[in-house]
């Protein structure tokens, strides 16, 4: 193909979404270009679930994403199921196994998925460009578009954004994405980094890179946001899936309230010790639960020096079941989107049509995808969400 023959459909984005949506649509026979900015399609894909891609959740529903338009993601989830994204990928023979809660991942590695993609797309038709920085997305005189990049303009009766967000800037985020919604006058979210790890102030550092490599279970609680998952000590603050889940309901000054024991009633089970045996020093008992070293850590902080359980009184039992059940955490920041997992806020979906992701006042434009303010929990769900809004675009576009 010339560089500037006339296409049906320019997807601009090789990624989860902009795969699945240039396959749909060139499996209705349209004619579709995919424009991708670096050497190679789906990099976060392949990076994902430790390489193995966290592919869908069996138990996606709209209650695990967050958006200033929280129903606007119901139309596309509801048509496309994790239970039709898991028959492509049986038809495509990839094994696959479930590891905790809904979360499917591939049995050998994410490249599998990325070939599948590129092999629906190949079976499609779909002409794909890598190494094809996108410059400008403009109309042109017949009520199309011409996508200007280094190697000449592309024209194409319709647009789809699926460029991603800001995440991970050496995978080749960019907020290109967002520049286009606002040449088109689209209203765009503010964005900031989600499922991300949390940092101390330098005060703190210390403290917390002695316990670095140790994780545990917890609660963990932060506005409309609650998860029972692990969390891990780093050399720079807290992380975990708990941590990384409490992010994306996070704004800077918050609190979060963990739960080092994850819900169980902290009052009962020092109670149980202190009969059991009370001689016992407070790290001690604790350990029985928690990593030992940490254990100690809590223990000198909750009740300093130690204390054996018989010595805990009317006035230490209180504060110690209240800091054991309810610590406070105030982050000083996150990671930020250097490793930031997914990009909260984006195209404000007020703007977007729920059942085709088409910009309701400009003609043949779509988004899909990151870009969109509509962020998943961890777990496949933000993979869930790429392959329903692709599919609902694809069908029309």
Known sequence: ?????????????????????????????????????????????????????????????????????????????????????????????????????????????????????????????????????????????????????????????????ATGGLSIPKMGASGIGYRIARDFGLPVRATRAGLVPFTVDASARAAFAELSGIATQVEATCNDGLFDAGLLFTHRGLSGPAMLQISSYWQPGDTIVIDWFAGTDVGDWLENERAARPNARLASALATRLPRRLANWLAERCAPGNKRLKQLDATTTPVLIDQLSAWPFSPAATEGYRTAEVTLGGVDTHALSSATLAAKDVDGLYFIGEVVDVTGHLGGHNFQWAWACAQAAGEVV
């Open 1 to 161: 193909m010339n560089d500037n023959r006339s296409t049906d459909v320019i997807v601009l984005g090789g990624g989860a979404a902009g795969l699945m949506c240039a396959a749909v649509a060139g499996a209705r026979g349209r004619h579709v270009t995919v424009v991708e900015g670096s050497k190679r399609c789906g990099k976060k894909i392949l990076m994902s679930g430790g390489g193995r891609c966290n592919f869908t959740n069996l138990y996606s529903t709209p209650e695990n994403f967050l958006s200033a338009n929280p129903h606007f993601c119901k139309s596309a989830l509801a048509r496309y199921t994790p239970a039709d994204f898991v028959a492509l990928v049986e038809a495509h023979g990839i094994a696959y196994h479930e590891k905790e809660r809904g979360q499917l991942f591939c049995n050998e590695s994410s490249k599998q998925i990325v070939a599948m993609l590129l092999d629906e797309c190949a079976a499609a038709g779909v002409d794909i460009r890598v190494n094809t920085p996108i410059e400008q997305v403009r109309r042109d005189a017949q009520g199309g578009f011409i996508v200007d990049t280094p190697a000449g303009p592309l024209h194409g009766e319709s647009v789809v954004v």
